[in-house]
C-alpha cells in the first residue's frame, strides 16, 4: 500500500526476492511527499554513533548500486549522483567540531567515505559565505530526482512482473508505506501520538550546475540535479 518512493523501493526488493508484487495507491505513483522537486541524501554527522546513524550510512553506501540496478531495469533515469556536500563553519566552536568530527569519520565511514575540513576558497565560485572561511566538505551526501525516481522504480516493478494499480484485492503479507496520512491512522489506532507530516518548501531554478556538490547553508539545501536545474529548499 503505497506508491511514493518506499512502498516502490521495498515492492523492487521484493520482486528481486522472488515474491509477486501488487503496489496499490488510489492516488497513484508518487502522489505524496514523493513528487517533491529537493532530492537531497544528506547523512548524520559523524559522531556520537547510534543504530540509526549505522542504518543511514549504510543505506547511502547502498544506494548508488541499487539506482544503478532500478535504472538499468526501467530504462529510465532516477537522477541519482553522489555529489558531495559543502557546509559553511560559523565560529571557532563549530570549526573544532567539524574538526573533531574528521577524526571520528575516519573510523566510523570505515574509509567509504570522506568528512573533512577545507579553506572556503578551495571550493571556487560555489562555495557558501563561511565566517570563519572554512567549510564541511563531506564525499557521502548524494542527490535523487524524486519524481524521476518514481518513474524509474514503477517502470522497473512493471518490467520486472509486478503491477501497481489505484486499487484491487489485498492479498498475502501487506506492507503500509502510505505517508503522513498512515501515521496519522496509525495514531488513531495506538490511541497516543507517534509522529505527523512535516511540510517542506523547495523551489525548482532552471540552472545547469552539474559538476559542484550540493551545499547545506542557512538551513536550506541546495541541490543541483543531473537535468540542468537546482533545487532549493
Do not use: N
Request: glycine share 16%; charged share 20%; net charge positive.
Amino acid at each position: 500500500m503505497g506508491a511514493g518512493i518506499f512502498g516502490l523501493s521495498v515492492a523492487w526488493v521484493c520482486l528481486g526476492r522472488g515474491a509477486r508484487v501488487r503496489v496499490i495507491d488510489p492516488d497513484g505513483i508518487g502522489a505524496g511527499a514523493s513528487g517533491g522537486v529537493l532530492g537531497a541524501l544528506a547523512p548524520h554527522t559523524p559522531d556520537t554513533w547510534t543504530d540509526t546513524k549505522q542504518l543511514q550510512f549504510e543505506g547511502l553506501i547502498a544506494a548508488g548500486a541499487f539506482w544503478s540496478g532500478v535504472d538499468a531495469a526501467s530504462g529510465h533515469r532516477s537522477g541519482y549522483g553522489r555529489i558531495g556536500r559543502l557546509q559553511p563553519i560559523a565560529d571557532a566552536r563549530g570549526l573544532a567540531l567539524a574538526r573533531t568530527r574528521a577524526e571520528q569519520a575516519k573510523t566510523l565511514w570505515r574509509g567509504l567515505a570522506d568528512w573533512s575540513v577545507i579553506p572556503a576558497g578551495e571550493a571556487g565560485d560555489w562555495a557558501p559565505r563561511s565566517a570563519t572561511g572554512w567549510l564541511i566538505r563531506d564525499t557521502l551526501s548524494a542527490r535523487i530526482c524524486p519524481r524521476r525516481a518514481c518513474t524509474s522504480l514503477a517502470a522497473a516493478i512493471r518490467a520486472g512482473g509486478g503491477e501497481i494499480t489505484r486499487d484491487g484485492e489485498r492479498q498475502g503479507r501487506v506492507i503500509r508505506a502510505t505517508g503522513y496520512q498512515g501515521l496519522q491512522e496509525t495514531t488513531d489506532r495506538a490511541g497516543r501520538p507517534l509522529g505527523a507530516g512535516v511540510k517542506g518548501q523547495a523551489a525548482l531554478l532552471r540552472l545547469d550546475a552539474q559538476g559542484v556538490p550540493q551545499v547545506f547553508a542557512g538551513g536550506l539545501h541546495v541541490v543541483p540535479h543531473a537535468d540542468g536545474t537546482v533545487a532549493v529548499g
